[in-house]
């Protein structure tokens, strides 16, 4: 596209000037012209992705829903990815917004604040409200953009009910876990009263500081205590299969190796590597967590063969028994749909060939799908297989594959 080469050639010319060569006040011109032009960008990025979910482009192209792609085409975080497109489908409800975001004239920030907030406003009033928001938002940082925002909110809510207010502050509830690309993990979300309570209930009888020597700050103490409630609730039962067991180290072991230790007697002799203090195991966690995980952990071993295959850890039954789900969990470690990130938490195990069809419970008939690409195999005519070697092909229902590569497990 021409428009293309013209942008590429714009940008050839900004990566050669010698910014160490440029005065103060050329130097601040054209970070101020690229932060204008960055959000002129995200406004046109915006507009397609519109455009894109509407007609589920990537659903028929790469069998993923528009934030899947992104983040497995465009390397977006989850967290990103779902304010992109956030934005994007509020364009549609709101002509002063989509006006203003088309032309760059606010950043992904303020738009999404105000996005959010013309979601609870009446009909009637979204117009008028983005108009005064959009306008604020040209001059001002996201966060007076907010205030402005929660200002409007109380003002219209003056005419409300109490019982339809309430039903709207609930319908603005989320949380979003994310992990980060460093290991850590982002939690951000708006809780109802009740459960903000509760939770901040929970979290601040653990949060106390543990005598005079205890050095983490408070916010440090908070994080060490929301684990504290997800712990001891995980050490609960009732908790559904899928996501609730305790935490489990899965010692891996090759066959061969395996088969080396065995003494005379027929008893396996201990592997002298198999000391969780060693740093270099293939999970990736730091020797210090292991160890906190091993004092509340159910270990589990599996036995692997040369190419990583799991050999012995299990026997199939009509429904999935715990032992088939490690293994799946173990070899999967997420949604086997390529390009998609889905964690186990977010996937069920399925069967390749419908047990209706006559397919087995067993680990080779097992692959962990998640709730989309579920329905993409049961409702939608796509189908998948496992080959020879052991992989997956996913099929659309005009019979073409699907290869993009899947992405990197996010935890």
Request: glycine share 8%; with cysteine.
């Amino acid at each position: 596209m021409g428009w293309q080469a013209t942008l590429d050639d714009a940008l050839g010319q900004c990566r050669a000037v010698d910014v160490t060569a440029l005065p103060d006040v050329a130097l601040l011109a054209e970070l101020d012209g690229l932060l204008a032009a960055r959000d002129v960008l995200d406004g046109l990025i915006a507009r397609r992705l519109e455009v894109a979910d509407v007609r589920q482009a990537t659903v028929a192209e790469c069998g993923l829903t528009t934030t899947m792609w992104l983040r497995s085409h465009a390397r977006l975080s989850a967290h990103e990815a779902r304010q992109r497109m956030f934005v994007a489908r509020s364009l549609a409800h709101s002509a002063v917004l989509a006006e203003t975001v088309d032309a760059g004239q606010v950043t992904q920030a303020s738009a999404r604040i105000i996005a959010s907030t013309l979601r609870q406003l009446d009909p009637d009033d979204r117009e008028a409200g983005a108009g005064i928001l959009v306008e604020l938002a040209a001059q001002a940082p996201p966060e007076q953009v907010g205030v402005a925002a929660r200002h409007l909110l109380h003002a219209t809510a003056a005419a409300e009910t109490r019982e339809t207010a309430e039903q709207r502050r609930l319908a603005g509830r989320y949380l979003t876990i994310d992990a980060t690309y460093d290991g850590m993990y982002a939690v951000t979300g708006m809780l109802p009263p009740d459960t903000g309570e509760a939770l901040a209930a929970a979290v601040g009888a653990l949060a106390q500081p543990a005598g005079g020597n205890d050095e983490r700050s408070a916010g440090q103490r908070r994080a060490d205590a929301l684990g504290q409630v997800a712990r001891h609730l995980l050490a609960c039962d009732g908790l559904p299969d899928n996501g609730g067991e305790r935490p489990q180290l899965v010692l891996t072991l090759n066959y061969a190796d395996l088969s080396d230790a065995l003494t005379g007697s027929g008893h396996a002799a201990t592997p002298g590597d198999t000391d969780l203090t060693d740093r270099r195991n293939a999970s990736g966690l730091p020797a210090s967590v292991l160890r906190r995980l091993a004092c509340d952990a159910a270990v589990i071993p599996a036995v692997l063969g040369a190419a990583g295959e799991v050999l012995d850890i299990g026997r199939a039954t009509r429904t999935w028994p715990t032992a088939i789900r490690r293994a799946a969990r173990l070899r999967d470690r997420g949604c086997t749909f390529p390009g998609c990130a889905a964690g186990l938490d977010q996937c069920d195990l399925h069967h390749l060939v419908f047990w209706a069809d006559g397919g087995t419970t067993s680990l080779t008939n097992a692959a962990h799908l998640c709730a989309f690409h579920h329905w993409l195999i049961h409702d939608k005519h796509w189908t998948v297989r496992r080959t020879r070697d052991g992989t997956l092909l996913f099929t659309r229902p005009d019979g073409t594959t699907v290869h993009d590569p899947a992405l990197a497990r996010a935890g």
